[in-house]
């Protein structure tokens, strides 16, 4: 008997597109801010990219930016989306909203700890990298298995490093040497249980 050899299928795992801070400079985790013009313009550039693409299903985080992005690609198509809070960016708690000069004057000597412990730091009543690995790893894990055609999932700039990071077998605590941008696309091909990252961090030529 002939053997079968196994489907290959893609996931097309992006990013958001930009977000509207007004010049600031501060850290968004699952703050609530919605996209800016340009990132309403990135995520639009991707549906034109992707008209002869049918996603199987798109999948993002219930955080509006996410949300924002997935429905301006999916149009009138959002039978197709699937919102999923565990695709939430991590939880920076108290530090929520501020920039670093902030924290360092409200909670001195940690912005130091985070960068030398980047992987275990927990800010105060937030997540580490190793919690949101935690949180949303095991769902990419139960989409790709159950994935035959392409589906997009729109996730955020750490929840698509701690995946790159485990598909790469890259140590988390080096997870800011792959680039997210805003609006940047990862190809991953599955082929059975062997994943391989085709492209990674392209962005939109807008």
């Given at each position: 008997?002939?053997?079968?050899m196994?489907?290959?299928?893609?996931?097309?795992l992006?990013r958001?597109?930009?977000?509207?801070?007004?010049?600031?400079?501060?850290?968004i985790?699952?703050?609530?801010?919605?996209?800016?013009?340009?990132?309403?313009e990135?995520?639009?550039?991707?549906?034109?990219?992707?008209?002869?693409?049918?996603?199987?299903?798109?999948?993002?985080?219930?955080?509006?930016?996410?949300?924002?992005?997935?429905?301006?690609?999916?149009?009138?198509?959002?039978?197709?989306?699937?919102?999923?809070?565990?695709?939430?960016?991590?939880?920076?708690?108290?530090?929520?909203?501020?920039?670093?000069?902030?924290?360092?004057r409200?909670f001195?000597?940690?912005?130091?700890?985070?960068?030398?412990?980047?992987?275990?730091?927990?800010p105060?009543?937030?997540?580490?990298?190793?919690?949101?690995?935690?949180?949303?790893?095991?769902?990419?894990?139960?989409?790709v298995?159950?994935?035959e055609?392409?589906?997009?999932?729109?996730?955020?700039?750490g929840?698509?490093?701690?995946?790159?990071?485990?598909?790469l077998?890259?140590p988390?605590?080096?997870?800011?040497?792959?680039?997210?941008?805003?609006?940047?696309?990862?190809?991953?091909?599955?082929?059975?249980?062997?994943?391989?990252?085709?492209?990674?961090?392209?962005?939109?030529?807008?």
């Amino acid at each position: 008997m002939r053997e079968t050899m196994p489907k290959k299928s893609c996931i097309y795992l992006l990013r958001h597109g930009e977000i509207d801070l007004q010049g600031q400079k501060v850290l968004i985790g699952q703050m609530e801010v919605p996209l800016s013009a340009r990132g309403k313009e990135q995520a639009l550039w991707w549906k034109n990219q992707w008209a002869s693409i049918s996603f199987a299903r798109v999948y993002c985080s219930d955080l509006v930016r996410s949300q924002q992005t997935a429905k301006l690609i999916v149009g009138d198509n959002e039978d197709f989306l699937e919102i999923l809070p565990q695709l939430r960016e991590i939880n920076l708690g108290r530090w929520e909203g501020l920039s670093a000069d902030d924290i360092e004057r409200s909670f001195p000597g940690e912005w130091s700890k985070r960068g030398s412990n980047i992987d275990e730091y927990r800010p105060a009543d937030g997540e580490s990298f190793l919690d949101l690995r935690t949180r949303a790893l095991p769902l990419f894990k139960e989409i790709v298995a159950q994935t035959e055609t392409p589906v997009l999932i729109v996730g955020h700039a750490g929840v698509n490093r701690v995946i790159l990071c485990d598909l790469l077998g890259i140590p988390l605590k080096n997870l800011f040497r792959l680039g997210q941008d805003y609006g940047a696309l990862n190809i991953i091909d599955s082929t059975g249980a062997d994943l391989r990252l085709r492209i990674m961090n392209m962005c939109p030529d807008l």
